[in-house]
């Protein structure tokens, strides 16, 4: 088992002395008596106290940096996502480093890679795929932030939605509408966000009693085919509802819609994620998953700047911040 590493807490509480005169003594900050001094040095002598790993943290703060790795910026949600998160952080003086992995991994390696190279005070990273957690962000030594997607067996904080019950939530939208034959479109899922959202929506299919099995599309990120395999899912299942795992799914959907000339909802009802401009000049209403992407990525800057300012406080342990949804009902 990986040995607990002291922390200023740990100093005052053996010493006496308070954590912010433990901090003067470390960081030479404030003049401390020589007989305090001495007694906080030797605490930090008997409790092993890392002192380079407290220096790196202090230059990691002190540069004024905060690196954000999106998994594809052309969507819209990581637009919204961007521009909270840069608000935030420049009411705090902290300017961004902003990378943009086009859903290539390869990519975002090497961004990972830029971003920990540069020196930032903390990373903001909505990774690609969630099967591997890379080994350079397990060990980085600055507070790192997952939002919108994170991957399996991280020690980090997550910041986003609980996607499961979202696809849910969305599943039971379309029962209330009287759809008995509702499917699921999504993207591969490698994709944190789409695997959850896949299963929340199989669990309501099933928890519902329905003699209408599961039906699901997985396509590739902006795979130049989706539009004739949307259309042969629909014509094979015949459905009257569908989920649309993203708002660019949508997008597709709706020319294939169209050319089928479906009716809008008296034939087919529709819900998707993210409450998107376009949505409004469509002559058919569609119901969304509005996901509060503000809030998000508020909260993601905000545990950036709660870490730093509290070097104490364990950065390296698993912990999710779920937002709820709401329904935008059309």
């Known amino acids: 088992m990986k040995k607990k590493q002291a922390t200023m807490k740990d100093i005052a509480r053996k010493t006496g002395v308070s954590i912010t005169t433990v901090s003067h003594v470390i960081n030479k900050t404030r003049r401390v008596n020589q007989e305090t001094r001495e007694l906080v040095l030797e605490a930090m002598k008997q409790l092993e106290y890392d002192l380079s790993r407290a220096k790196r943290r202090n230059n990691h703060t002190s540069s004024g940096l905060i690196g954000v790795i999106i998994a594809d910026v052309r969507e819209d949600y990581y637009v919204s996502l961007v521009k909270a998160i840069e608000t935030v952080a420049t009411e705090n003086r902290f300017s961004l480093l902003l990378c943009d992995s086009e859903m290539d991994p390869e990519k975002e390696k090497n961004n990972i890679r830029t971003i920990l190279?540069?020196?930032?005070?903390?990373?903001?990273?909505?990774?690609?795929?969630?099967?591997?957690?890379?080994?350079?962000?397990?060990?980085?030594?600055?507070?790192?932030?997952?939002?919108?997607?994170?991957y399996d067996n991280h020690n980090r904080t997550f910041v986003g939605i609980n996607n499961f019950e979202s696809a849910m939530i969305a599943k039971q939208h379309l029962d209330k509408k009287g759809c008995t034959h509702i499917g699921f479109i999504g993207y591969t899922e490698d994709v944190y966000t789409v695997h959850k959202r896949i299963m929340g929506y199989k669990t309501a299919v099933y928890d519902s009693g329905s003699s209408f099995n599961p039906a699901v599309l997985n396509l590739q990120y902006h795979n130049e085919d989706?539009?004739?395999?949307?259309?042969?899912?629909?014509?094979?299942?015949?459905?009257?509802?569908?989920i649309c795992a993203t708002s660019d799914i949508c997008y597709e959907?709706?020319?294939?819609?169209?050319?089928?000339?479906?009716?809008?909802?008296?034939?087919?009802?529709?819900?998707?994620?993210?409450?998107?401009?376009?949505?409004?000049y469509l002559k058919y209403p569609i119901s969304v998953i509005s996901q509060p992407t503000v809030e998000i990525g508020e909260h993601a800057v905000e545990k950036i700047l709660h870490f730093l300012s509290n070097p104490d406080d364990d950065h390296q342990v698993k912990t999710e911040v779920f937002f709820d949804v709401q329904i935008i009902d059309r």
């Open 117 to 150: 190279e540069r020196n930032v005070s903390g990373l903001i990273i909505a990774p690609i795929f969630s099967k591997s957690y890379p080994e350079e962000l397990r060990a980085a030594d600055i507070p790192v932030v997952l939002v919108d997607r994170q």
């Open 226 to 242: 989706s539009y004739s395999l949307i259309k042969e899912f629909i014509l094979e299942h015949k459905f009257d509802g569908l």
């Open 253 to 280: 959907l709706v020319s294939v819609i169209d050319d089928l000339q479906l009716s809008v909802p008296e034939q087919i009802q529709i819900i998707t994620y993210d409450d998107n401009k376009w949505l409004d």
